[in-house]
């Protein structure tokens, strides 16, 4: 088991940051999607469900040429820091928000579009500028929403399998997270082992779902 809590922590590390920076860059576009009237929404949406449809292999691979050394993302990035994005954590955590992207941004687009207006209106006459109506309005009242993208965000982070093979391999420490230690276990026949980690990530799972479902009863209910 202490050979496997590198795997665990890692996975851990990157559903944490892969969260933090959905929800930074996810809130905006939801924002976005929710009230404009643009034409081009439609197809923006669309793009933002793509990993919602598509085949985990088919998105890695094409992360995979992007953020590879001779890719438009990747090529950029050798020649900024001297280091490959592919087969390495920072390339994980890419290819990890825009698998993830669609957790983020439609629980809290769904938020946004059952929002009044007249509250937030009422703090902007007030002389409320933009950015503070947003937090101290928009935020509290869609906190139910920013729990369930969170949550999806985490754990769907944290069990991805196909995204993060394709584009980080299997580098213990670095990229080796535990759907990957959990599938060599099973290639390697040590069902056991396999047994126990996938047991950690279901009990992990449930607890987490359990606990945003118990608060947003609880919210709705206040």
């Known amino acids: 088991m202490l050979n496997d809590t590198g795997p665990l922590l890692l996975s851990l ?5 892969t969260t933090v920076i959905l929800l930074f860059l996810g809130t905006p576009l939801a924002w976005w999607l929710a009230n404009s009237k643009n034409r081009l929404k439609p197809a923006l949406q669309a793009i933002v469900a793509l990993p919602i449809v598509l085949p985990p292999t088919v998105l890695g691979f094409y992360l995979l040429v992007l953020l590879g050394p001779y890719g438009t993302i990747g090529g950029w990035w050798l ?9 390495s954590f920072a ?7 825009v698998y993830s992207l669609p957790f983020a941004v439609q629980p809290l ?6 929002l009044g207006r ?3 209106e009422a703090a902007r006459t007030l002389g409320a500028r933009p950015l503070d109506a947003f937090v101290s ?7 139910p929403g920013f729990l369930t993208a969170s949550v999806l965000s985490f754990a769907h982070t944290l069990g991805e399998f196909g995204v993060v ?10 990229t080796r997270v535990i759907s990957i230690a959990i599938f060599d276990h099973v290639e390697s026949m040590n069902y ?11 009990v992990m799972a449930f607890l987490v779902l359990l606990a945003m479902y118990f608060v947003n009863r609880k919210w709705s209910r206040s």
């Open 137 to 143: 309005v928009v935020m509290p009242m869609a906190a």
């Open 165 to 174: 093979l394709m584009v980080g391999g299997n580098i213990p420490g670095e």
């Open 91 to 97: 390339g994980l955590v890419i290819a990890s928000c």
């Open 192 to 202: 056991s082992a396999a047994h126990r980690l996938s047991a950690v990530l279901l």
């Open 79 to 87: 020649e900024m820091t001297g280091s490959t994005l592919t087969f």
């Open 13 to 17: 590390q990157l559903a944490a940051i």
């Open 109 to 114: 687009q769904s938020a946004f579009e059952v």
């Open 118 to 120: 007249r509250e937030l």
